[in-house]
């Protein structure tokens, strides 16, 4: 407990744009948070996943793909993901490659237990560990494919939108192929928390990073004006875009068909051998 009496919270999420304007109102102090007080963690999404493996953090940013080893120690809330509605992580190289080039070709990755890389595995259907992939800062992926030191790049966050600015091709965007695949749209990340907090903290977890949602998509100018430091030079047109892709009402609520989604990237994931048996999700009861 703080010296004020309220409960500190460790806060994680990553240094992007989009998961900067769900927690704003959080961070800001826009919302009363009563007896709880956020202590902010920002660093990319694989060291979330790996803080989360190791118990360190009570409330964060994850993988969907890192959530199917998380089941035991946390809950999966049911607000904050982000999801790909037809497009998601794409695949660029300095020239388009097919499906098989791509399996034998040597991909930059921005961490293995990231929802693209299973993903990626996926499409493919090759287990990671089965490719030769070069695992780096999800920042400098662009950089390693122009330079030569990996022949593909498996980009997220705003590189999404800027790979052709850098001379660089589509291979495969990875959501759209998913969408045609299942029917269902992406799971990227989610946001978890600790189920030894207890029940009514977590609860009140997610009560506040939902009305930190609500307030974000209803302040949009705002909130987008902070989530500018957190997007690396990109446009106000492009930071608009790329935040309306993944913090919109799907992050506000998963729905049944968010959830159904999530199932089914779990379950394939299993059957591929990424994920322990036991991996599914565990809702935080309502």
């Not at 660093?43 to 793909?65: G, R, Y």
């Not at 799907?250 to 199932?263: L, S």
Request: glycine share 10%; proline share 5%.
């Amino acid at each position: 407990m703080t010296q004020s009496g309220q409960k500190e919270i460790s806060l994680g999420h990553s240094p992007d744009s989009d998961d900067a304007f769900m927690f704003y109102a959080l961070v800001a102090g826009k919302l009363p948070s009563g007896g709880i007080r956020f202590r902010q963690e920002v660093t990319d999404i694989e060291s979330l996943n790996e803080l989360a493996e190791k118990q360190a953090i009570d409330l964060t940013a994850v993988s969907i793909h890192a959530y199917g080893f998380l089941r035991d120690n946390y809950w999966l809330l049911p607000c904050g993901g982000s999801m790909g509605e037809g497009y998601g992580p794409r695949v660029v190289s300095l020239r388009n490659k097919t499906r098989e080039e791509l399996a034998r070709a040597r991909i930059a990755i921005p961490g293995r237990k990231t929802s693209a890389v299973m993903a990626l595995s996926l499409y493919l259907g090759v287990e990671p560990q089965k490719l030769p992939l070069l695992v780096c800062p999800f920042d400098r992926i662009l950089d390693a494919v122009r330079s030569g030191e990996a022949e593909a790049g498996l980009v997220i966050h705003e590189g999404q939108l800027t790979y052709a600015d850098e001379g660089l091709a589509l291979c495969v965007d990875l959501g759209q192929w998913w969408k045609e695949e299942t029917g269902l749209p992406l799971p990227l990340g989610g946001n978890a928390v600790r189920k030894n907090l207890g029940i009514d903290v977590a609860r009140e977890c997610a009560r506040l990073l939902r009305e930190s949602i609500r307030w974000g998509l209803q302040h949009r100018s705002e909130a987008l004006e902070y989530a500018a430091g957190f997007s690396r030079g990109l446009s106000p047109e492009r930071l608009d875009e790329f935040v309306q892709m993944y913090a919109n009402e799907r992050t506000f609520d998963y729905g049944t068909e968010g959830r159904q989604a999530i199932e089914a990237f779990l379950s394939r994931g299993r059957e591929l051998g990424m994920l322990p048996a036991s991996a599914g999700v565990d809702w935080l009861p309502e």
